[in-house]
């Protein structure tokens, strides 16, 4: 028996020194907890935190010092979610406002539709003090926008329409408003007027305005959606591309590329540095005197910086930047750059200060797309040991194997947060894949270096072909029959169990890791036996699902206005009306729908569950009285 109870920590002990990934993964399971509570945890959880934290520290003296670590970093996942909130507090919007609206120009993108938008900070609203308003807000504008685009930096002002960021939109799918608050967002809405230019840019925006004039140049240069395509990933300016061309990248799961994200910033400083390193080594006087390694690692790590900040350091930028910063830290240090410790690292400094990206599909694809990478790259890299391979084939299959690996890590996490997959995704980027990392991106950086001598033309002719392939590829696979499959939506806790059976199974080691297959498999069989609910209902009635009843009796009845007596007693379910009948049954007024949002109706066997959306128990939620809802 003492055998058996030691066999942990002896196990745990073998491989001390393997277990730093292990710490990323604590992290995650704390936030992902703390997401997942239906109330919003007060000072007395934090302090009962706080003590778990100074118990399992106090276990790192003795065997079991690697379970009070993983302890401790669950722990410190909650701490870090509570420390955010009390950070990011700020009002949201408490009821619909249309009036003047002042602001400065923050950013400024496109909406789905394609309208224009601006999001103002330093925000004034008529009537409302300034401690009440919003930290930012987000206009759209409607109509065809006469003038030239808002510059970051200027004070403008219209007559907007806004209201507070609403929530999701049924019970489980995305939640705007939760973002909205950890992005200090706190209202959106629209305008039908022009902007009126209050105030020129002040130096606090000089990198929104560089941006903004280097997307402009190269849109000069490079015409249509290849130009957009190309500002987009060069700057993270993707206002100038059309809703056609948005579309068929996101149906052909290139959307990935035109983001700013670990796959962009890693060609681009993975370029400079080659460039460098290599070009060091051809000046004889220089190689010989300095360490070319480390001074293109440098030069590399304030490309990245400057890359961070020209792109609008966004959530999906900074991650990339951590990931890529840790790596060339590692460099100057002597140390593996590419390593699952190096990820463990960038992904605790991420968890810490922005807990709230783990919910993140940007956070989760990157991540998993990383890891997926290095272990599989570890493997082939096994394999071609001692084995004579042509460079060609070498290369050619690595580029294969990236885009393989890389789609199959990514695709349950696509699949949970748009509920679609790309069947045709793995092709796209098969063909796109080594264009955007042999040409567009080198180009681009060969074009920055260019401009400064006025040599830019010939790469950014190059890099317009390549952006022309890209968007090619994109429209005739978009365009291909199935080309998007839809799937049900599934809950995180199934997310969640996934996760961890494939992150164990990869940072395991031995044959114990196959056992993290088994919970995986188990998730991915309860999310194909996943069904939507019988019904959707929103205040404007019936929004979908599937047709239900009972013998003897309708299902259920919707209609505007007075209902008739007697309505309760011949159905289950009425939805819409304001009045209440006699009889049993679940009766869904607009009045109910305001406060609940929209209700999702599930079947458990023979009975019939009702879910809000809106439960007004977390801070970014307002606060709203749920009634009891359920059928009889």
């Not at 100074?54 to 870090?80: D, K």
């Not at 799918?173 to 105030?199: C, H, I, K, N």
């Not at 290849?226 to 959307?255: H, K, M, Y």
């Not at 940072?507 to 194909?528: E, F, K, N, Q, S």
Request: charged content about 15%.
């Amino acid at each position: 028996m003492q055998a058996l109870m030691a066999a942990p920590f002896e196990a745990l002990e073998a491989r001390r020194g393997r277990l730093l990934p292990f710490l990323a993964v604590a992290m995650g399971i704390g936030i992902g907890v703390w997401f997942a509570l239906p109330w919003e945890p007060g000072m007395r959880a934090y302090a009962g935190a706080v003590a778990g934290l100074c118990l399992c520290l106090a276990l790192l003296p003795t065997r079991a010092a690697p379970l009070g670590l993983f302890g401790a970093f669950v722990l410190l996942g909650v701490l870090a979610c509570g420390l955010r909130v009390a950070v990011m507090g700020a009002p949201m919007l408490e009821r619909d406002y249309y009036g003047p609206v002042t602001g400065r120009v923050v950013e400024v993108d496109r909406s789905q539709s394609g309208a224009l938008r601006v999001t103002l900070d330093r925000v004034w609203l008529s009537g409302q003090p300034p401690e009440a308003a919003p930290r930012r807000v987000r206009v759209s504008l409607q109509g065809d926008w006469p003038g030239p685009e808002p510059v970051p930096g200027e004070v403008v002002m219209t007559t907007a329409f806004l209201s507070a960021p609403e929530g999701a939109v049924e019970p489980g799918s995305f939640d705007f408003r939760q973002m909205a608050f950890f992005e200090g967002l706190g209202a959106v809405g629209y305008t039908r007027v022009p902007l009126l230019w209050w105030e020129e840019a002040a130096d606090g925006q000089a990198v929104g305005r560089l941006r903004a004039h280097l997307s402009a140049a190269i849109r000069a240069r490079i015409e249509g959606d290849a130009g957009a395509f190309a500002a987009g990933v060069l700057t993270g300016d993707r206002s100038g591309l059309s809703v056609a061309a948005v579309e068929a990248l996101r149906d052909s799961s290139l959307a990935h590329l035109l983001a700013i994200s670990g796959m962009n910033m890693a060609i681009l400083v993975g370029f400079t540095f080659g460039f460098l390193r290599y070009g060091l080594a051809l000046v004889p006087p220089v190689a010989l005197r300095v360490n070319g390694k480390k001074v293109a690692a440098l030069v590399s790590l304030g490309v990245a910086c400057f890359y961070l900040l020209l792109s609008g350091a966004n959530v999906a930028t900074e991650r990339a930047f951590i990931m890529v910063a840790v790596m060339l830290v590692a460099v100057l240090m002597d140390r593996r750059a590419l390593t699952l410790r190096s990820v463990a690292v960038a992904g605790i400094i991420l968890l810490a200060w922005q807990p709230e990206a783990l919910l993140s599909p940007g956070f989760q694809m990157s991540f998993a797309a990383t890891v997926a990478l290095i272990a599989g790259f570890a493997a082939l890299t096994g394999w071609l040991a001692g084995r004579q391979v042509p460079w060609l084939l070498r290369v050619g299959g690595a580029a294969v194997l990236a885009s393989v690996v890389g789609g199959l890590a990514t695709a349950p996490y696509a699949a949970a947060h748009f509920n679609r997959f790309t069947d045709y995704g793995l092709l796209a980027n098969l063909l796109t894949g080594p264009v955007m990392g042999l040409v567009v991106m080198p180009a681009g950086a060969l074009a920055a270096l260019g401009a400064l001598v006025g040599l830019e033309g010939p790469p950014l002719w190059v890099m317009a072909q390549g952006c022309r392939w890209i968007l090619f590829v994109a429209h005739e696979v978009a365009a291909l029959e199935g080309s998007v499959t839809a799937l049900p939506a599934t809950s995180g806790g199934v997310l969640a169990v996934l996760t961890l059976g494939l992150i164990f199974a990869v940072l395991w080691t031995g044959w114990v890791r196959w056992l993290g297959l088994g919970p995986a498999v188990g998730a991915l069989m309860v999310w194909a036996g996943a069904e939507r609910p019988v019904l959707l209902v929103s205040e404007g009635g019936v929004v979908g699902g599937r047709v239900f009843g009972f013998a003897g009796r309708t299902g259920f009845l919707a209609e505007a206005g007075v209902l008739p007596p007697g309505v309760c007693a011949r159905v289950d379910l009425v939805v819409g009306g304001d009045g209440v009948g006699p009889g049993r049954c679940l009766w869904l007024s607009e009045a109910v729908l305001a406060r609940t949002g929209t209700v999702a109706i599930v079947q458990e066997g023979d009975d019939l569950r009702v879910i809000a959306t809106e439960t007004g128990m977390r801070v970014w939620s307002p606060p709203v009285v749920v009634p009891e809802l359920r059928l009889p």
